[in-house]
Structures are given as structure tokens and as C-alpha cells.
């Protein structure tokens, strides 16, 4: 099961489904370990609450960009959350917590369809909730999760804006696609936006940069650019949206906000953990 490192990318989520089931039944879970494809060490993102849990994007209280693969997340799941199935992994040898996939030797196949680059892997954690608004994350071009558009946009503004915030290891240009997936935004239509450039993913945060974009998008086209049911499901925060676009709180003081919460889940998962940097 390659799982993409983000808690909303619902493969996780059908895992722990399968272990409940196991146990319900007293069979054996066996999970053959796989990479985590933007690595071991990074984690951001908000921790939902455990009454807002339950539903494949947000199955375990855990966040967004857990840092962890496939089968540590079996053992805290099996642990922490009292599946407490007969579980069995299988890691893999010489993997490295550091390693981006690219640095794995391996080549890359799409874990789903729209899955299609590592860049669109390290963007979508941060920058996925954008996929709640009425707009195109680019599904069904050679890049989806790296562009974000809508007809009404204005590509070379919004890049610009979002250039003038000096976002270290990012940068942004202006684009045109045409988005081609059945039942997502705009197909068929040309969309003007903004295509995202990773630079330095040691320095990158697609976290800030998908709450400045989400803000930028209600300022620019408040008429045109809405909220659809599910934002704050996915961001893990039932309060985002009244605290980013409401009351119009800096992305920085969020981000700070979900301090706390982080640190007392990297201590969590040490136990869990199978490889080393």
C-alpha cells in the first residue's frame, strides 16, 4: 500500500478500516512497508480532535503531514487508538527517514491517478484543502496539486501577490491548463492560476503557502472563489475557515497555534518508529 505521507490521502484511513475488521474477525493484518514518498522527518499540519475522527480524511487524530510510512502507522494505529488486531509488519531494508522518494533509487509509480510527480506529493499536504473551493487543483493535467486555477482567474496577479511574500523554497508563475478529470471544476475549460515550483524542499512549508493561497483567492474573487463543504474536515481544524478567511488571522499565528499539539505527537510516535535518518 504506498501511501503519500498525508493523513487526508485516504489510503491510511482504509488501512485502520482493515484492521478493525481483522480483529473483528481474529484474522492476521500483514503489511508489507513501504516509503513514505516526502519522508521520515518533516510533520505539519493541524491534529483534528478525536470527535471530528472517523471518516477516511481524518480516521485517527494525527496530523496532516505525519512523517511517518505505512506500517508505523499500523503499529500507533493498533496502540494508540485500541484496534488491537494481530498485526504483522514487514519493513523494508535501507531505507532512510531522510530520504525523499526521489533519493530511494526507485521509480515512481502514481499511488492513484492524479498522484503523478513527488512535487505534487510534498505540495498536497499544505496546499490540498485548496481542492475544497470551487476551483481547479489541475486533475487531469501532467501536474495536478503543482497548478490551481479557475476561468476567472488572473494568473500573473496571483502569482505576483504570492511572490511578494518571500515563501522561502517556493516560487510562483503564472499558468493556463485545462483540467480533463471527470467530475472536478472547470473540465474542459481553460482555468488561469498559479503553478508552484518547489526549489528547497529543506526550507519549503506548502502549509503557509495553502493559507495565504486560500486567502488570496477569497480577497481576489470573493463572488467567484467559495467555500464547499468540506474544508475544514480536511484541514483537520473545524475552526480554519472563520479564523483564515472571517477574521482574516496572518497564516503565521495559525500555524503557531498548532505548535503545541505537534510536539506532543512527535513524542507519541518515537516508539513507533522502524528506521533511523
Same mark, same amino acid.
Given at each position: 500500500?504506498?501511501?503519500?505521507?498525508?493523513?487526508?490521502?485516504?489510503?491510511?484511513?482504509?488501512?485502520?478500516?482493515?484492521?478493525?475488521?481483522?480483529?473483528?474477525?481474529?484474522?492476521?493484518?500483514?503489511?508489507?512497508?513501504?516509503?513514505?514518498?516526502?519522508?521520515?522527518?518533516?510533520?505539519?499540519?493541524?491534529?483534528?480532535?478525536? #470527535?471530528? $475522527?472517523? *471518516?477516511?480524511?481524518? @480516521?485517527?487524530?494525527?496530523?496532516?503531514?505525519? +512523517?511517518?510510512?505505512?506500517? &508505523?502507522?499500523?503499529?500507533?494505529?493498533?496502540?494508540?487508538?485500541?484496534?488491537?488486531?494481530?498485526?504483522?509488519?514487514?519493513?523494508?531494508?535501507?531505507?532512510?527517514?531522510?530520504?525523499?522518494?526521489?533519493?530511494?533509487?526507485?521509480?515512481?509509480?502514481?499511488?492513484?491517478?492524479?498522484?503523478?510527480?513527488?512535487?505534487?506529493?510534498?505540495?498536497?499536504?499544505?496546499?490540498?484543502?485548496?481542492?475544497?473551493?470551487?476551483?481547479?487543483?489541475?486533475?487531469?493535467?501532467?501536474?495536478?496539486?503543482?497548478?490551481?486555477? #479557475?476561468? $476567472?482567474? *488572473?494568473?500573473?496577479? @496571483?502569482?505576483?501577490?504570492?511572490?511578494?511574500? +518571500?515563501?522561502?523554497?517556493? &516560487?510562483?508563475?503564472?499558468?493556463?491548463?485545462?483540467?480533463?478529470?471527470?467530475?472536478?471544476?472547470?473540465?474542459?475549460?481553460?482555468?488561469?492560476?498559479?503553478?508552484?515550483?518547489?526549489?528547497?524542499?529543506?526550507?519549503?512549508?506548502?502549509?503557509?503557502?495553502?493559507?495565504?493561497?486560500?486567502?488570496?483567492?477569497?480577497?481576489?474573487?470573493?463572488?467567484?472563489?467559495?467555500?464547499?463543504?468540506?474544508?475544514?474536515?480536511?484541514?483537520?481544524?473545524?475552526?480554519?475557515?472563520?479564523?483564515?478567511?472571517?477574521?482574516?488571522?496572518?497564516?503565521?499565528?495559525?500555524?503557531?497555534?498548532?505548535?503545541?499539539?505537534?510536539?506532543?505527537?512527535?513524542?507519541?510516535?518515537?516508539?513507533?518508529?522502524?528506521?533511523?535518518?
Amino acid at each position: 500500500m504506498q501511501d503519500i505521507g498525508t493523513r487526508f490521502y485516504t489510503y491510511i484511513g482504509t488501512l485502520s478500516l482493515c484492521m478493525q475488521a481483522a480483529r473483528e474477525n481474529d484474522l492476521q493484518v500483514i503489511v508489507l512497508d513501504r516509503p513514505n514518498p516526502i519522508g521520515g522527518i518533516k510533520i505539519g499540519g493541524a491534529i483534528p480532535s478525536a #470527535a471530528d $475522527c472517523g *471518516d477516511l480524511v481524518s @480516521i485517527h487524530p494525527i496530523p496532516t503531514c505525519h +512523517g511517518m510510512t505505512v506500517g &508505523e502507522l499500523a503499529g500507533l494505529f493498533n496502540d494508540q487508538f485500541g484496534i488491537g488486531c494481530r498485526l504483522s509488519v514487514i519493513p523494508m531494508k535501507n531505507w532512510k527517514r531522510a530520504w525523499y522518494f526521489d533519493e530511494t533509487g526507485q521509480k515512481w509509480v502514481n499511488p492513484s491517478p492524479n498522484m503523478k510527480t513527488l512535487e505534487g506529493a510534498f505540495l498536497y499536504p499544505g496546499i490540498g484543502i485548496c481542492e475544497t473551493l470551487n476551483l481547479s487543483v489541475a486533475r487531469g493535467t501532467d501536474h495536478p496539486f503543482e497548478m490551481y486555477g #479557475a476561468p $476567472c482567474m *488572473d494568473g500573473s496577479r @496571483i502569482s505576483e501577490e504570492m511572490s511578494h511574500l +518571500g515563501l522561502p523554497g517556493l &516560487e510562483f508563475f503564472p499558468v493556463d491548463f485545462i483540467p480533463t478529470a471527470s467530475g472536478h471544476p472547470f473540465r474542459g475549460q481553460v482555468c488561469h492560476g498559479v503553478r508552484i515550483e518547489v526549489t528547497d524542499r529543506s526550507i519549503a512549508d506548502p502549509f503557509r503557502a495553502g493559507l495565504h493561497l486560500v486567502q488570496l483567492f477569497q480577497r481576489l474573487y470573493p463572488g467567484q472563489i467559495q467555500w464547499r463543504k468540506g474544508f475544514d474536515a480536511l484541514a483537520g481544524d473545524r475552526t480554519l475557515w472563520r479564523r483564515l478567511i472571517t477574521e482574516q488571522e496572518d497564516p503565521a499565528s495559525i500555524l503557531a497555534g498548532w505548535e503545541k499539539p505537534l510536539e506532543q505527537f512527535r513524542e507519541v510516535r518515537k516508539k513507533y518508529l522502524l528506521y533511523s535518518e
